[in-house]
């Protein structure tokens, strides 16, 4: 028999070392790691059971689409609304403000005598005429492979505001909240008819961050014409007469006709009341700054509140002057009742 060298056995004695102490030096680190992201898993709460047992009424959401009303209990409808009117990366006080704004919403809502042939039976609708409500399976459809980090995030942000609401004397107030300020948020007698105490100006520097902060629309001059019923000269479109506390326009005049900075808005498309214009060509070019009426809280303001520390209860109380949190539940026990 032919003897094996003792440099060959030493080779492969070398051999099996290097391949096997890799692996029992990474076993107990992968178990490790598996361990530590297991236990992650387990301690992170159930959102969405949590908040399901923390609602205590159904809300009954028109799905103006589908033409069906949809029956979804409380403070998921909250996820929602979140969801569908406030980007997910925001800030999670943030989140927190736009949780309890849109609470607060829904329960002056519920308390509120309904438009039964619009809603169909239903205690509010899916769009911008109430709040924008998405559920799960349209977030999902939207945010793809981030739909669990979203709603988790978003989950979290609605538990940890449940059941709390805005009040002002005792009174659930008009949360009324918006994108983009330019800078100043609106007196709400500047943009509605009627002053309210809560809903004064106030400066939102923080907004100037935003993406939507300003924008340009260039329009046609027949088509501007025949939007606002007027003529335009060859060398002015018309003339802003007065502005508001917040910059925003308050009164145009285009020839003999008088507009309020809303009516120039909202036939126009504009996504502001703070605007200018100029003639280009054939063309209108108008400027805006903001997005949204203006009215109440700003939610790129609330946003760079809270990227500069606030927590959701300062943020509400400075864009909603003399406001308090108070719990929902009387309320809703008066709602309970009336039904």
Known sequence: MKKVKPIIIFSLFITVVILIIPTILVLPYSADTTEKTVAKQQSEPNW???????????????????????????????????????????????????SLTARTYIV?????????????????????????????????????????KNINKIRKAVYETRG???VYDNTPITAS??????????????????PIPYLISVESPWDVESPKFTDQV????????????????????????????????????????????????????????DFSWKLEDDQVVITTKGFGHGIGMSQYG??????????????????????SISEANAFLEQYVAKK
């Open 218 to 273: 260039k329009m046609p001059i027949s088509e501007f014409e025949s939007k606002l019923g007027v003529k335009v000269s060859s060398s002015n479109i018309g003339e802003i007469v007065s502005r508001t506390t917040s910059h925003r326009v308050e009164k145009v005049k285009i020839g003999d006709k008088e507009f309020t900075g809303r009516d120039i808005r909202e036939k126009l498309g504009l996504r502001s009341t």
């Open 48 to 98: 969405e059971k949590l908040l399901e047992e923390a609602s205590a009424i159904n809300v009954a959401v028109y799905r103006t689409k589908k033409d069906e009303v949809e029956t979804v209990p409380l403070e998921k409808y909250i996820v929602g609304v979140v969801g569908a009117e406030m980007p997910a990366e925001f800030e999670e006080e943030a989140l927190k403000a736009q």
């Open 108 to 148: 002056k809502q519920l308390m509120t005598d309904k438009q039964v042939g619009i809603l169909k039976g239903g205690d509010v609708s899916d769009t911008t005429t109430h709040q924008v409500y998405k559920n799960e399976d349209e977030l999902k459809e939207i945010w793809g492979v981030d739909y669990s």
């Open 302 to 323: 609330a946003n760079g509140m809270a990227k500069e520390g606030k927590t959701f209860e300062e943020i509400v109380k400075y864009y909603y002057k003399g406001v």
């Open 164 to 166: 709390q609401i805005l």
């Open 177 to 194: 909240y918006f994108s983009t300020s330019n800078g100043y948020t609106e007196n709400a007698e500047d943009y509605w008819t009627n």
